[in-house]
């Protein structure tokens, strides 16, 4: 069993800074990537950053050069650096976790989520 715990979203003015952490934690044996997502009133839920064991990011275009996503290997702990924000980033942060558990089967777990709002 794989648990998420996130925790740093709240309300932030207009570009502000966040910080959101989302660590595992259960039976695991390896973790390959984990990300962010994200999901507004109204719309379908979004990749927002994304990292690899290797190191490797992708970030979705909206957010490039505002946010910075990082990894904790020994902490299993993911985090998203949020800089800048702006009210169309307001939204549902959830944090996605893939690897393998012990046995190597397969894992894919979601976070509960954390509300961000960004707002004067």
């Known amino acids: 069993q794989v648990q998420l715990v996130e925790s740093g979203g709240g309300l932030v003015q207009p570009g502000g800074p966040l910080r959101l952490s989302c660590a595992a934690s259960?039976?695991?044996?390896?973790?390959?990537?984990m990300g962010w997502y994200r999901q507004a009133p109204g719309k379908q839920r979004e990749l927002v950053a994304t990292?690899?064991?290797?190191?490797?990011?992708d970030y979705t275009d909206s957010v490039k050069g505002r946010f910075t996503i990082s990894r904790d290997n020994a902490k299993n702990t993911v985090y998203l650096q949020m800089n800048s924000l702006q009210p169309e980033d307001t939204a549902v942060y959830y944090c996605?976790?893939?690897?393998?558990?012990?046995?190597?089967?397969?894992?894919?777990?979601w976070g509960q989520g954390t509300q961000v709002t960004v707002s004067s």
């Open positions: 259960g039976s695991i044996f390896s973790i390959n990537a």
């Open positions: 990292t690899t064991g290797g190191g490797g990011t």
């Open positions: 996605n976790t893939k690897g393998l558990l012990p046995g190597l089967r397969w894992f894919d777990r």
